[in-house]
C-alpha cells in the first residue's frame, strides 16, 4: 500500500506535539521527526506530548536511544550515519530502519535491508528555495520497477503531482513543505493531500437514493472525491422503475477522459451496465489508463423496485476475471453463482477468477445480518443485528462505501467491516424509503477526553431513573462524557438504548462510550467502548473499532496501567477510591496514596494519558483528586442520587 510521511519541521514550533496528534488523528500514516538542530530536551519534550498509542507510528532522526524509551515506530538515518555502517543497526522488536539516498546509484549500493529509502528530490523543493529536481518520472519509472527496495519519494511532493508517484514505482512519499507551509492549517492540508479519489460509475437515479448520485454522498461521507460516470438515465423514484436510456460505451469513456487528466482514482466501482459488452469495454479502457485500479462491481441483477436488467446472468460470469471485489446480494449471488453459496463453493469460485467476493447478507432470514468476505487471505463473516428500516437503494450505498474505504487505505476486510456499519446506519437514518442525506457520524474526538472532568456511568436499577433519563439528565448535569453499561440486558435490549442514546450525548457535545460490548459500539458507531481487565482485548477491539475509536481501560494497579497503555489504551479508568455498592466485583481500594503511586510510575514511564478516578467518589472528594494530576472523575451513585433528589 502507497504510504504518505509527513516530514517534522525543522525547526522546534509552539504547540507542536499537539498539531502531531491531530494530523495522527486525521489519517496521518506516519510522522518522521527531524529537528536537525535541537538538542535533546526539546527532542524528549516533543515526544512526551505526543499520545503513547500513536508513538508506534512516529520515526526519530537523531538521538536514537529515545526511540526505544518513547517505544516509537523506528528510526531514520541520514546519508552521512549510514554511509558509516555496514550492517542494518540492532534495534528493539518491531521498530523499522529507513534512509535517506540523493541518487539511484546509493540505492543500487544501500548496504543492508532496509524498511524503506527516500529519494530526493523527485520535484523541485517547496521548503527548500533552489533546490531543483534532478529527475524525470517518465524516467525514473522502469528503473523503479526494476529495484526491489521500497522507495519513497521526497521533495516537492504536493497534491498536485502526489497522485502520479503510485503509477511511477514509488512505494510512498514523504511530505514537508506542503503541510507546514501555512501555521494553523497542517490538518487541513494533511486531508486535501490525502483525500482519495474513486470512480463510481453507473445509472443517474434522480430521487439521489440509488445509483451514481447515492455513490457521490456515500464517498462524501468517508471523506473521498468520487468522478460520477454516467452509463444511463434512469427514470425511477423509491418505490417505481419506468425506464432507462442506455449511454453508449463512447459516451462512458468519454465522461472518464474529461477527468483523468486531472484525478488517479484509486478505485472504480462499476453499478448499472447495459450488457457486457460494454462491460469489457470499460474494463479495458480502465485498465489501459489507470493500471494499478481497483475494480468493484456490483452486479446489479434486478432493482429494489422490482427491475430486472440481465435475463441471462450466467453470460455475466464471463467478466468476472477483470474484477477485483464483487459485491452481490444473496439473490445476485444465487443468479450468478449458483444455489450452492456455501464458503466451499465461494472459495472455488474465487480461486477459479481470483477474485474477492463480498456476499451481501441483508437478504438473509433473521435477526442477525451476515455479510461473508471469501479473498485470497481467507473468509470472514460480519455479523449485527437487524435494525431500522429498508431502504432504497442499499446496495449502491454498500458497494460505495466499500470502494471509498479502499481507496482510504484500510484492507478488503476492514472495507468490508465499515461497509456493512455504515448502511446499517443508513437503515436507521430515516422512517421512509431514502435515507437522510448525511448518514456517518463523524463526531469522534479523542482530544475532546483531555478536557472531561466528569464521566458519568449509567447504572439501571430499581428506584433509578430509565437509563435513557439517566444519560439526559447526566448531560444537563455537566457530564462531558457518558459510558453506557447494561450488564444484565440483552444485545437486542442494549442496542436500541445506545442508538438513542448516542444521539443525546451528541446533542449535548458529550463523548459516547459503551461498556464492554464492542460489537455494540461497532454497529452503534459509539465514540469508543471501554474495557475491564477480563474484557476484549485493547488490539482487538481497536482492530474491530478502527483508529479513531476511544479505547479505556479499567486498571487497579501502576503494572496494569503501564500495560493498557502500551496496549494502545487512550484512557485509564483507575479504582476503586473508595468501597462502592455500583461495582458487584470490587478491587483492592487505592485511596490517594494509590493514585499518586500511579501516576508517578506511568510519568516515569513516559506514558502519561487521561486518568479517570472511579469508585465510591462524591462530590466534596473531587477537588482532593483532581490535585494530584488526576483529569477527572467517573461517577455514577452520586449522579444518579442528585437525580432523584430533583424528581
Known sequence: MFETIVITSPEVIKNEAERINLLFLAGCPKVHVRKPNADRGDIVSLLSGITPRFRNRVVLSGFH????????????????EWHQMSERPSLYPGATVSASCHSIEEIDHFP??????????????????????????ESLTPILQNIKRRVYALGGVSEQNIHKLP???????????????????????LKTLLTPHILTIGGLDPTGGAGITKDVAVAGDFGVRAYPIATAITYQNEETYLGTDWLTPEEIIKQIDAVKHSSYPQVAKIGLIENVLTLQALFTYLKSVFPYIKIVWDPILKSSTGKT???????MQEVLCNVDVITPNLPEARLLFGEDLSLEALNRISKSYDLSILCKG??????????????????????LLRSGSSKHGTGCAHSSALSASLALGYTLEESASKAQIYVSSLMRSSDTLLSTPKVWNSSRSLFMLRDVKHMFITHPAKGNPSVLMQVELACRMGAQAVQLRMKDATDEEMIEVAY??????????????????????RQVRADGVHLGQQDTDIA????????????????????????????????????PYRFTKTKKKLAEVLGLEGYRKMLDVLHKEHLEVPIFAIGGITEEDEPEILSLGVTGIALSGDFIRKMKCDR
Not at 167 to 189: C, N, R
Request: hydrophobic share 40%; net charge negative; with cysteine.
Open 65 to 80: 536511544d529515545l526511540a526505544e524509551l518513547f517505544h516509537l515506530g523506528g528510526i531514520h538515518l541520514s546519508s552521512s
Open 112 to 137: 543492508f535491508d532496509a524498511d524503506y529509502l527516500y529519494l530526493s528530490p523527485i520535484f523541485d523543493s517547496i521548503s527548500k528555495e533552489g533546490y531543483k529536481s534532478q529527475y524525470s518520472l
Open 167 to 189: 503509477q511511477a514505482g514509488f512505494a510512498g512519499a514523504a511530505v514537508l513543505g506542503a503541510i507546514w507551509s501555512t501555521e494553523g492549517m497542517e490538518v487541513m492540508k
Open 309 to 315: 436488467f440481465h435475463r441471462d446472468p450466467k453470460e
Open 362 to 383: 441483508g437478504h438473509c432470514e433473521g435477526n442477525i445480518v451476515s455479510d461473508q468476505l471469501v479473498c485470497s487471505e481467507g473468509n470472514t463473516t460480519f455479523n
Open 500 to 521: 438513542s442514546a448516542r444521539e443525546i450525548c451528541h446533542l449535548h457535545g458529550a463523548i459516547f462510550t459503551i461498556n464492554d460490548r464492542v460489537h455494540i459500539a
Open 540 to 575: 482487538e477491539a481497536r482492530r474491530i473499532l478502527g483508529d479513531d475509536a476511544i479505547i479505556g481501560r479499567t486498571c487497579n494497579t501502576p503494572q496494569e496501567a503501564v500495560e493498557a497503555v502500551k496496549e494502545g489504551a487512550d484512557y485509564l479508568g483507575v479504582g
